[in-house]
């Protein structure tokens, strides 16, 4: 069953500005970070029970390196049985960075004159989803600056043209959106054209630092921006993502702010966030960000492991933000999405030379620009299994009807089989020759976990793939 406390079944309301910093920093400052209590809350944790933010606190609090561990390892036992093996895959597709916000972290702020604005048109679109297929994407997420030009019909158009894209065996099944916050009509029109996740990141949620942060444009409405999701939920759009970008305040606030959110959301919708993104600041054109709350690999890897820890079913999404051997660490603790064959330049996946980073072109650096190829061989010689599964979208299976699957455990029961089958279908069709063999016995050791009944069945399935048929999911 979900979590709930009771205060804020009491106290949240719809569209109200549910975050009180001075109740996160009381959690923050009382916190018990005595071993016993620790270890109590870890354990409380694998049993798959949400955690409350006291518990949140005394966690983000710890400082004992034996406890850090404790908690670290606490976070990989948990993804072990909440998501087994699996990572799934993603792309961002950067459609247009006009903007009329001042985000004063971010290259495509409305001030930034020598940033190069692009709007994709129609066909820019189709040859950058045709690239992406090519290469065996099948989710992708559109990127949108926030303005006037990027409408919800003019976001919704493009899904739709995203979907009808097939190239050979490619296609994209689940069209996720990174764009403004709408209104309640706005977010029933995305939500018509068929899209999966709707993410709207608070960046922080401490009003301060988001007031310093975000100096004009409509961004700069803090209660606008936190309540978003809450104006999706009432249009009937229960899928959604939130995130903080760490580096702007104090990540210990952060990481309570986002199960606050999650809380929120639950009390009033019965359904928290699908995902949570926690990106850390990198370089932007002309960047304006203090260094004070820059946030260290080693708190880095600790707050990753304690989001899993406070919210065992909702996904964590690690960004090409992070440089591969952090990627690599922090995949352990809990994160089930990654991006990969990141390209972040308007229009980039459609050329075909590889080019240095521009700042001038692209919202921040990424530092991690490895080819969905290596990325996937770095995920099957770790052991992980790597998936394009999109079958809960397109079974219904979310919001609320996700958390009725997730939440006691029957996920792994679609999850593992269809991440094997959409393995197949990127082993049989994109893998470069010297990583088939590799793909098959990934696949071959993880039929060996599954219960005989359904293992037969999925055996049934992949000999389809091999056969050419596509798109088979539980």
């Known amino acids: ?16 500005n549910f975050i009180d910093k001075d109740e996160i920093w009381d959690f923050i400052n009382n916190a018990d970070t005595s071993t016993e209590n620790v270890r109590a809350i870890i354990a409380k944790s694998i049993a798959k029970e949400r955690l409350d933010l006291a518990e949140v606190a005394s966690l983000v609090q710890t400082t004992d390196p034996v406890l850090i561990e404790e908690i670290k390892e606490g976070a990989r036992e948990l993804k072990r049985k909440v998501y087994g093996k699996r990572i799934v895959l993603f792309a961002p597709l950067y459609v247009g960075n006009l903007c009329a916000n001042n985000c004063e972290y971010c290259g495509f702020k409305a001030s930034n004159t020598t940033a190069k604005r692009v709007t994709l048109d129609e066909k820019q679109l189709i040859e950058n989803v045709e690239a992406l297929e090519d290469n065996g ?56 054209a068929g899209i999966g996740t709707y993410q709207v990141f608070q960046e922080t949620y401490n009003t301060e630092a988001y007031t310093k942060y975000h100096t004009k444009g409509q961004k700069s409405n803090f209660e606008n921006r936190l309540t978003s ?14 995130g903080a970008l760490f580096g702007l305040y104090d990540w210990r606030f952060e990481v309570l702010g986002l199960v606050r959110h999650t809380n929120h959301l639950e009390a009033c919708y019965n359904v928290g966030p699908h995902t949570i993104s926690f990106p850390r ?16 690999d080693e708190e880095f890897t600790k707050l990753v492991a304690i989001l899993r820890l406070a919210v065992p079913y909702t996904g964590l ?18 994160c089930s999405q990654v991006d990969a064959g990141t390209k972040i330049e308007m229009g980039a996946y459609a050329e075909d030379a590889k080019k240095e980073q521009k700042l001038d072109s692209e919202q921040f650096q990424i530092n991690d620009e490895r080819s969905l190829a290596d990325v996937i061989d770095e995920l099957i010689e770790t052991d992980y299994l790597p998936s394009f599964c999109t079958a809960c979208y397109r079974a219904g299976r979310t919001g609320e009807h996700f958390m009725e699957f997730s939440v006691p455990g029957f996920i792994k029961k679609f ?6 089958l959409t393995l197949s279908e990127y082993v049989e069709d994109y893998a470069r020759p ?26 049934e399935r992949l000999e389809k793939v091999k056969e050419g048929e596509r798109d088979l999911y539980f």
């Open 1 to 16: 069953m979900k979590f709930i406390p009771q205060e804020y079944k009491v106290k949240d309301e719809p569209m109200k």
């Open 137 to 192: 994407h099948k989710r992708l997420i559109l990127v949108y600056g926030e303005h006037k030009k990027y409408t919800p019909e003019f976001i919704a158009e493009n899904v739709k043209s995203v979907y009808k894209v097939k190239k050979g065996n490619g296609e994209i099944r689940r069209v996720n959106i990174n764009a403004a916050p709408m209104d309640i009509e706005g977010f029933r029109t995305v939500k018509e």
């Open 229 to 242: 999701l809450d104006r999706a939920q009432e249009a009937g759009l229960d899928d959604v993502g939130i």
């Open 281 to 296: 600041i990198t370089d932007a054109l002309d960047s304006n960000v203090s260094e004070e709350f820059i946030v260290s």
């Open 317 to 334: 999404i690690l960004t090409a933000r992070e440089p591969q051997e952090i990627r690599k660490e922090v995949l352990q603790y809990g």
């Open 415 to 420: 999850c593992t089989p269809n991440a094997i």
């Open 434 to 459: 010297e990583s088939v063999e590799k793909g098959w016995d990934l696949i071959n050791r993880n039929l060996v976990d599954l219960e005989p009944k359904l293992k037969a069945k999925v055996e």
